[in-house]
């Protein structure tokens, strides 16, 4: 080895390096949150849009009669929010679960040893679990059709506070999937957070016929603005300000990814 020349020595191979983004990985990445949820289309596509119907059956037929809400139909003020509540649930899901079956699984190593940014892996977590929240309210939207006149009064409303919300809820599932080492923690997120935030948004009532505090407590609930805000794209009338609403969208946004990406940057609760 001595006698060899330094230029035919046996080097390692150096890691492959990329000049910006990825997209190969990013996209690699993305693919795979997307094709997780469609292998189980049953429990993550049909589920979801059956508790949607069961909803509307409940509150619109046995509830809510033939009653207007501010001039609205019932059912055509319930629906929206019934949709947007699918968009939450399943955006959050989406990454919380992805995360935590792989810490469960030993299968971190497959997200941090390929060539994959923080960023990277903010965006394609981040986008598949958007992709699953827009692609089941959109299937929500469609059950839930022939039960409420819904038509579309602001387009720009629907797609940004619908987009909106999946990334909101996807980089909370990102945060919680990276802070959760079991089940019940994910549980209480869940349990104690998310669907009280939920339910005290508006849904199915106006805000203003709450009790107090609950209805200081909602003025509060960025929930309650995106509901509103995407009611607001069908009906066209608002209970809360829509200014308020879209501000507090994009800073959530891209607070939530700041934050998601400072997690994956530090190695939060994956790297010891």
Not at 17 to 24: A, K, L
Not at 119 to 147: N, Y
Not at 196 to 206: E, I, Q, R, V
Request: glycine share 10%; with cysteine; charged share 15%.
């Amino acid at each position: 080895m001595k006698d060899m020349a330094l230029a035919e020595a046996v080097l390692p191979p150096q890691p492959r390096d990329y000049h910006g983004i990825n997209w190969e990985g990013l996209k690699t990445l993305y693919v795979r949150e997307v094709r997780r949820f469609i292998k189980v289309g049953m429990q993550t596509l049909a589920a979801p849009v059956v508790t949607a119907l069961l909803y509307m059956l409940v509150f619109v037929v046995a509830v809510g009669g033939g009653r207007d809400v501010h001039g609205v139909h019932y059912g055509t003020f319930v629906a929206p929010g019934l949709v947007m509540m699918q968009i939450l649930s399943n955006a959050f899901a989406n990454s919380s679960s992805s995360l935590l079956q792989a810490k469960f699984n030993g299968l971190m190593g497959d997200f941090i040893t390929p060539p994959l940014s923080p960023l990277e892996l903010m965006v394609g977590f981040g986008a598949g679990a958007a992709t699953r929240g827009l692609f089941v309210g959109a299937i929500s939207l469609l059950a839930v059709m022939p039960f409420a006149r819904l038509p579309v009064a602001e387009l720009w409303a629907v797609v940004y506070f619908g987009l909106g919300a999946a990334l909101i809820m996807g980089f909370i599932g990102i945060m919680a999937g990276l802070w959760a080492e079991k089940f019940d923690h994910m549980a209480a997120v869940t349990n104690f957070v998310i669907m009280p935030m939920t339910f005290l948004s508006g849904t199915f009532y106006l805000v203003e016929r709450l009790p107090e505090p609950f209805r200081t407590f909602s003025k509060f609930n960025p929930i309650f603005y995106l509901i509103d805000g995407f009611r607001y794209g069908f009906v066209g009338r608002a209970e809360g300000s829509l200014v308020v609403g879209a501000t507090m969208t994009a800073i959530l946004v891209l607070s939530l990814g700041w934050i998601c990406y400072s997690m994956f940057k530090t190695g939060y609760k994956i790297k010891t």
